[in-house]
T-cell receptor, first 115, second 110 residues
Framework: NAGVTQTPKFQVLKTGQSMTLQCAQDMNHNSMYWYRQDPGMGLRLIYYSASEGTTDKGEVPDGYNVSRLKKQNFLLGLESAAPSQTSVYFC??????????????FGQGTRLTVV | QQQVKQSPQSLIVQKGGISIINCAYENTAFDYFPWYQQFPGKGPALLIAIRPDVSEKKEGRFTISFNKSAKQFSLHIMDSQPGDSATYFCAAGGFNKFYFGSGTKLNVKP
């Protein structure tokens, strides 16, 4: 049981390049999330998905796009990378059935540097 | 507007002491308040969580105190150990959406 798996773990991009961060979960969770973590700012929600085929904006969606074509996968895209997008990105998932099902499980993170 | 405010930013505690981290939230619709623990190079992991219908929850050395009227909640780590040294995040939210505090870096000295 792998939990939440993110690829790649590290990435360096040049300004203006595009890339997709991949996230897969094997817990049959309904909801999935993308967060970015910056020093002193905690985790900020970029996008989330309550179910397969649906996505919604979080706190900091500008410059990103997402897709959830399959229940187990949630992709985060950067169309034209900017240095301000240098961060550690975390994917998470949760059941959202209420009670303890609300717990979010996180991946190991992707450290992205845009030069 | 910052939905969840966390303090202090860093904390140094002697082994065996009590570590206290505080959080305040804005939205009264929030109904789930988890605390996450993060070690360097790892993703956050759920430590303990509380719902607003109780004022306190204890799991081992970790206790959440919740004050609904003040919109505040705190994490107490009793008998703090060097292995507790990590960054702690509070969060608040509900179905599908959570907002995190800025984190507290805890250093427990032997």
């Amino acid at each position: 049981n792998a939990g939440v798996t993110q690829t790649p773990k590290f990435q360096v991009l040049k300004t203006g390049q595009s890339m997709t961060l991949q996230c897969a979960q094997d817990m049959n969770h309904n909801s999935m999330y993308w967060y970015r973590q910056d020093p002193g700012m905690g985790l900020r929600l970029i996008y989330y998905s309550a179910s397969e085929g649906t996505t919604d904006k979080g706190e900091v969606p500008d410059g990103y796009n997402v897709s959830r074509l399959k229940k187990q996968n949630f992709l985060l895209g950067l169309e034209s990378a900017a240095p301000s997008q240098t961060s550690v990105y975390f994917c998470a998932s949760s059941y959202d059935l209420g009670g303890d099902g609300t717990e979010a499980f996180f991946g190991q993170g992707t450290r992205l540097t845009v030069v | 507007q910052q939905q969840v405010k966390q303090s202090p930013q860093s904390l140094i505690v002697q082994k065996g002491g009590i570590s206290i981290i505080n959080c305040a939230y804005e939205n009264t619709a929030f109904d789930y308040f988890p605390w996450y623990q993060q070690f360097p190079g790892k993703g956050p992991a759920l430590l303990i969580a509380i719902r607003p219908d109780v004022s306190e929850k204890k799991e081992g050395r970790f206790t959440i105190s919740f004050n609904k009227s003040a919109k505040q909640f705190s994490l107490h780590i009793m008998d703090s150990q060097p292995g507790d040294s990590a960054t702690y995040f509070c969060a608040a939210g509900g179905f599908n959406k959570f907002y995190f505090g800025s984190g507290t870096k805890l250093n427990v000295k032997p």
